[in-house]
């Protein structure tokens, strides 16, 4: 790629209220991002709020991309980024990793849509079985949402039972999602138990009892804030689910890239199905639901009593094509667990300086996946943020933006394989800058 410039380092206000720091970022982002504020009044005029994927808007408008390589991104303003979102870690690989775009230009060139079974599905299939120990057999998909959905509804065809039940504040798909009420979920009768708190878990399971189909969750809550689930809690799920005959499904859609085989083999549990997506497309569409082959196996076709599962593109080339390269010849066992291990580092360190810095910041995550947090404690549990808190997220963000440095506005950091622990430490000292800077508004909102 060619050296562009980073965004354009804005002069700081010295001081105001939290509003006028608001006012003056969004001024000068406005400013600066000329071709992308454009791009977006353009896009408004067809897509509701000019957006298709909510997660991506942020005010006072996104950035549009225009271009990417490893672990940078360039806008349509020419600004070019350190790319800390890593595709809502869907993007894993780094932007056009050599191997992935080689196979994908082969693929081409042999033709995309067969309506036919491809060599790669089964490569895939048997790779992604010998990586995930609860994994005995699996269905492809389209995107991690359908996975969740599939399993669900597999968990209750299998069970002969209604009821499903998830973790306050977790996020499993845009009609499955728990951080407060989604009038667009789909109509499950679901009953809601609180993160890391196995007593009132077990009792919730326990009075919901012979209707329970199927518990989901996360290992580690993702979108709501990368906060890790207790390995006791996640234990203690397995046997109060197992008690009353429901049953346990992990959503390892974001986990599945901790260790070679995910959060469920780093703790040695079994949960009866697993849910794929993100990366293991290697960067295209992506969703896989596996699990127990006693209940998979209801999905062969030659079998009379088989559940259908349709999908036009569940076996699209290009998915299986870069899924395959991507788990075979890139993300190897061995590259996975350093990878999980420099992320650890990174998150230590950026810790270290949260705390030298004496502000009511706190990060919290695991290996190459985590989240900042305003508040005078770290999180252990999905929370909804006190007023204020998003305008902190947003003064941040944009002033971040400024230095050349994207996350996700809620705060979220993923790590993508071309990143470098310079290229965080680098990251690291710019947001510890930041928040140095806006202190005054930082203690004001959150107290000390
Ligand atoms: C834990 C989890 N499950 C499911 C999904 C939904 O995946 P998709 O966006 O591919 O539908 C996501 C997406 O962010 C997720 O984080």
């Known amino acids: 790629m060619s050296a562009v410039p980073s965004a354009a380092k804005p002069c700081e206000p010295a001081s105001g209220s939290l509003e006028s720091l608001i006012a003056h970022e969004r001024d000068l982002y406005t400013r600066n991002n000329p071709n992308s504020l454009a791009l977006y009044r353009k896009a408004k005029t067809s897509l509701p709020g000019g957006n298709t994927r909510t997660v991506l808007h942020y005010s006072p408008f996104p950035i549009t991309v225009r271009r990417a390589q490893g672990a940078h991104i360039v806008d349509a303003d020419g600004h070019q980024y350190q790319d800390f979102l890593g595709e809502y870690t869907a993007g894993l690989y780094g932007h056009s990793h050599p191997k992935i775009a080689q196979a994908l230009s082969r693929a081409l060139s042999d033709g995309l849509t067969f309506g036919s079974p491809t060599e790669q599905e089964g490569h895939l299939g048997a790779l992604i079985c010998e990586r995930f120990p609860a994994v005995e057999r699996l269905r492809f998909c389209n995107s991690g949402t359908e996975a969740n959905m599939l399993a669900l509804s597999s968990a209750r065809a299998h069970t002969g039972r209604t009821d499903i039940m998830v973790v306050d504040g977790s996020y499993h798909g845009g009609v499955l999602s728990f951080a407060g009420d989604n009038p667009l979920n789909a109509p499950f009768p679901t009953h809601r138990i609180p993160f890391n708190d196995l ?102 076709p030659s079998r009379p009593d088989a559940w259908p599962h349709a999908g036009t593109f569940n076996n699209n080339v290009f998915s299986m094509t870069a899924g395959l390269v991507g788990l075979s010849e890139i993300y190897t066992p061995e590259v996975a667990e350093a990878f999980f291990a420099q992320g650890e580092r990174c998150r230590e360190k950026l810790a270290e300086s949260l705390s030298a810095l004496q502000l009511p910041v706190h990060v919290t995550g695991m290996g190459s996946m985590m989240a900042l947090h305003f508040g005078l404690q770290a999180p252990r549990a999905p929370y909804s943020p006190p007023p204020g808190y998003s305008d902190l997220y947003e003064l941040v963000h944009l002033k971040m933006m400024a230095k050349g440095q994207f996350y996700a506005r809620r705060g979220m950091i993923n790590l993508s394989l071309p990143v470098t622990e310079s290229m965080f430490r680098d990251f690291a000292s710019d947001l510890i800058a930041t928040l140095d800077l806006c202190s005054d508004a930082i203690l004001e909102t959150v107290g000390s």
Request: with cysteine; glycine share 18%; aromatic share 8%.
């Open 199 to 300: 007593v009132t878990a077990a009792e919730t399971i326990n009075t919901v009892g012979d209707r329970l189909a199927a518990l989901i969750i996360e290992p580690m809550i993702g979108a709501g804030g990368c906060i890790p689930a207790d390995a006791d809690f996640l234990k203690g799920l397995r046997e109060a689910t197992e008690a009353v005959g429901g049953l346990l499904i992990f959503d390892e859609v974001m986990t599945s890239r901790h260790g070679p085989s995910g959060l469920h083999g780093m703790y040695g549990l079994l949960p009866d199905l697993v849910t794929f997506g993100k990366y293991l497309g290697g960067g295209m569409s992506f969703g896989a639901f596996g699990g127990r082959a006693d209940i998979l196996d209801r999905f062969d």
